[in-house]
């Protein structure tokens, strides 16, 4: 064998090793007479590695695309205590004592109800305070509490972020899968050389004692 490692020094974009194809397998094995099995472990292995890598992955882009949705429920939360507290800013106190004397209570006016999650299966209403303030949660029992625009600004940061890793983790998982079935490929082919080399020698070996016994013979 040429190398001692099969995979090219060539690599991705992101430092993922690519797959050569074998095209001369005898050439790249070192002559007809070669064993197969040094290559075949080595490709073996590489193709292990590809797995373990697929499989790393693989995990990495589900636990994204599972905190993706929770980041946009959160942020679409924040944007909306934003958008209720600036619409109640708006409004001059005049308008205020208009609408109390004349009009029903707006949405912007009237307490802001919701249902917040106990356990998996059991939900508690509540009745929120006005406030300009958001409790975060950053991971690893960590909770700060930040200004609405200041949360609004994170979050989205967070989500772009996240879908943006999810767009390189597919994009590596789509090339990994072809350095994958590059080095299936490299071994069928490094196999099926081996079977035609052993079926070649067979065949020569048969026509080679018929030969001597018709020497024999004669």
Known sequence: MASSSVLSEERGARGIPKAPFIEDVEKYLGGADAEIEGPLKAIQDA???YRYM???????RLSLEEKIPDIQKTLSMVEYLQERREGKTSQS???LEDDLEDEEPTSSSKPLKTTFELNDTLFAEAELEDTDTVYLWLGANVMLSYKL????????????AAETNVASLTEDLEFLREQLTMMEVNMARVYNWDVRRRRERRIAEEKGGKSTSEKEGG
């Open 54 to 60: 697929d499989s790393n992955l693989n995990q990495r």
């Open 47 to 49: 193709i292990s590695k």
């Open 149 to 160: 625009p200041a949360a609004i600004q994170l979050l989205r940061s967070k989500l772009e």
């Open 93 to 95: 106190e005049d308008d």
